[in-house]
């Protein structure tokens, strides 16, 4: 049976992640700072667990990966879509919500896939690691200066791990989707006429 780590899976794009993968028979834990959505989303699937999880909190990754494999068995797929946004241009953003954002978005997908690959490389089983970018990993966008940035850490983050984890059978992907409706994303796209993009 395949196990599968799914971060951000209490709705948006993890959520639809989380439950494609168990219609293909995986095994999923359902992540999610929001507990009580990741449980929902979890009592949806068969044989899914929903947990709370904060990406940027280095014990609490450990420890749910931990709890993963003591539950459900040796993790085989991981998928990071746990994230976060904020709107400011360079001049107006402060630096906490920039370092915010980063730290979710860059430091939390680096956590969780260091955590499962740990375990592949110990097992000697090899696994795939998929980390969600963004079209803003190579496209600008206005008023995006946290959210780009860090998509565009994620970007390179992904290929640095490929290059490290291959030869232990680990593939890793970054995917970077265009605007897609989520929650994190309506008032984006409600304003979407004055998006300018570079």
């Given at each position: 049976?395949?196990?599968?780590?799914?971060?951000?899976?209490?709705?948006?794009?993890?959520?639809?992640?989380?439950?494609?993968?168990?219609?293909?028979?995986?095994?999923?834990?359902?992540?999610?700072?929001d507990e009580a959505a990741a449980k929902a989303t979890a009592d949806d699937l068969d044989g899914a667990l929903g947990v709370l999880l904060d990406v940027a909190d280095e014990a609490m990754v450990n420890d749910v990966v931990a709890r993963t494999e003591r539950e459900l068995g040796p993790i085989d797929w991981?998928?990071?879509?746990?994230?976060?946004?904020?709107?400011?241009?360079?001049?107006?953003?402060?630096?906490?919500?920039?370092?915010?954002?980063?730290?979710?978005?860059?430091?939390?997908?680096?956590?969780?896939?260091?955590?499962?690959?740990?375990?592949?490389?110990?097992?000697?089983?090899?696994?795939?690691?998929?980390?969600?970018?963004?079209?803003?990993?190579?496209?600008?966008?206005?008023?995006?200066?946290?959210?780009?940035?860090?998509?565009?850490?994620?970007?390179?983050?992904?290929?640095?791990?490929?290059?490290?984890?291959?030869?232990?059978?680990?593939?890793?992907?970054?995917?970077?989707?265009?605007?897609?409706?989520?929650?994190?994303?309506?008032?984006?796209?409600?304003?979407?006429?004055?998006?300018?993009?570079?």
């Open positions: 049976m395949t196990v599968a780590l799914v971060t951000g899976a209490g709705s948006g794009i993890g959520q639809a992640v989380a439950r494609v993968l168990a219609g293909h028979g995986a095994r999923v834990v359902c992540a999610d700072l991981v998928v990071a879509c746990a994230g976060a946004n904020a709107k400011g241009t360079p001049t107006e953003m402060d630096v906490e919500t920039f370092e915010r954002v980063m730290k979710v978005n860059v430091t939390g997908s680096f956590l969780v896939a260091r955590a499962a690959a740990r375990g592949m490389v110990e097992r000697g089983t090899g696994g795939s690691i998929v980390l969600i970018g963004s079209i803003n990993s190579v496209h600008a966008l206005s008023g995006q200066v946290a959210y780009a940035t860090s998509k565009g850490a994620v970007l390179m983050l992904g290929k640095v791990m490929a290059v490290d984890l291959a030869p232990h059978d680990i593939r890793v992907n970054v995917v970077g989707p265009g605007l897609t409706r989520t929650p994190m994303s309506a008032a984006m796209i409600a304003n979407e006429e004055k998006m300018r993009w570079a």
